[in-house]
């Protein structure tokens, strides 16, 4: 299936993550999920021009998460990610963050806003 718009540029997709895995499931099938989700995306090389995390979301970003070398590699490749300030403040994470940009609520909707496509996770 051809989803082309005729542009020669591709379209800049945002992705938010609003929780601390993917799909209403268990703690650790989310897990997995979301894992998997973030292999294929880096994998299959058509990329996201941000990823925002907000809410539960920012977990993802921080220690003890299994997304970390992933988002890392994400980031190598020209993805912005950005992260809640507020929601890491509210979790009392602020020191566990380990990849992306602390950014503000208002970073998360600039980013929504020069997207062509957003997807929340």
């Not at 894992?35 to 995390?53: E, N």
């Not at 920012?58 to 490749?77: F, H, K, M, W």
Request: hydrophobic share 45%.
């Amino acid at each position: 299936m051809n989803l082309s718009s005729g542009s020669s540029a591709p379209p800049s997709t945002v992705i938010l993550v609003t929780r601390n895995g993917m799909g209403e499931a268990g703690p650790d099938l989310q897990q997995t999920l979301v894992t998997k989700y973030f292999q294929i995306l880096l994998a299959d090389g058509r990329l996201p021009a941000a990823v925002c995390f907000y809410a539960e979301g920012v977990r993802l970003a921080c220690d003890g998460s299994p997304l970390l070398d992933i988002l890392r590699a994400l980031e190598t490749q020209g993805v912005t990610l950005i992260v809640c300030t507020t929601c890491l403040n509210a979790l009392a994470l602020v020191g566990q963050h380990r990849v992306g940009l602390m950014g503000s609520m208002a970073d998360i909707i600039e980013a929504q806003w020069r997207a062509d496509k957003v997807i929340t996770l």
